[in-house]
T-cell receptor, first 114, second 113 residues
Framework: DVKVTQSSRYLVKRTGEKVFLECVQD?????MFWYRQDPGLGLRLIYF???????EKGDIPEGYSVSREKKERFSLILESASTNQTSMYLC?????????????FGSGTRLTVV | AQSVTQLGSHVSVSEGALVLLRCNYS??????LFWYVQYPNQGLQLLLK??????LVKGINGFEAEFKKSETSFHLTKPSAHMSDAAEYFC???????????FGKGTRLHILP
């Protein structure tokens, strides 16, 4: 089975800190995604990547950046954490033909910014 | 463009009763459709998917969904609810093989003893 691993289940960070959320997949998938999930708002796409060193903005990229130096790893960076970035962050990956294969999700990182 | 609407942000059913979670989609091309489940503090797990084969799709944990083109619907059902089914369920749509998947806002299923 494809495995998507997010490095932390729970994180508490202070306002203004630079925060790194790491995601690793083990099935040589081309496509990787970062979402945030908030009550009543569903999943919102932050950034995605279709290849190494490639990145595309999603629906809510402000305040975030990403890095994909290796195919298996996709990092989400909060440049200066703010309280409104307290959320559940979900990483996902898929192979070519994502539209019909679907995504595999990690277990999520619940980030609290204080 | 594709979109999906889930009717009801919360649904409650009694244990042993029928589960019905509603999903309607909009797509300019024949869609691919998915249902995902999310248990508390977990990621999303694929329940089932429709990819233009049989219109009745069977998934894990006894769930199934029927693709109805005339109604643009893909409702999720389970004949008999179990306490372990309490979770949030997401319907999702994609228009083409290489398109991103668009998720609905989710329906939280509560099971009453």
């Amino acid at each position: 089975d494809v495995k998507v691993t997010q490095s932390s289940r729970y994180l508490v960070k202070r306002t203004g800190e630079k925060v790194f959320l790491e995601c690793v997949q083990d099935m040589d998938h081309e496509n990787m995604f970062w979402y945030r999930q908030d009550p009543g708002l569903g999943l919102r796409l932050i950034y995605f990547s279709y290849d190494v060193k490639m990145k595309e903005k999603g629906d809510i990229p402000e305040g975030y950046s990403v890095s994909r130096e290796k195919k298996e790893r996709f990092s989400l960076i909060l440049e200066s954490a703010s309280t409104n970035q307290t959320s559940m962050y979900l990483c996902a990956s898929s192979g070519g033909g994502q539209g019909n294969y679907g995504y595999t999700f990690g277990s999520g990182t619940r980030l609290t910014v204080v | 463009a594709q979109s999906v609407t889930q009717l009801g942000s919360h649904v409650s059913v009694s244990e042993g009763a029928l589960v019905l979670l509603r999903c309607n989609y909009s797509s300019s091309v024949p869609p691919y459709l998915f249902w995902y489940v999310q248990y508390p503090n977990q990621g999303l797990q694929l329940l089932l998917k429709y990819t233009s084969a049989a219109t009745l799709v069977k998934g894990i944990n006894g769930f199934e969904a029927e693709f109805k083109k005339s109604e643009t619907s893909f409702h999720l059902t389970k004949p008999s609810a179990h306490m372990s089914d309490a979770a949030e369920y997401f319907c999702a749509v994609s228009g083409r093989r290489d398109d991103k998947i668009i998720f609905g806002k989710g329906t939280r299923l509560h099971i009453l003893p």
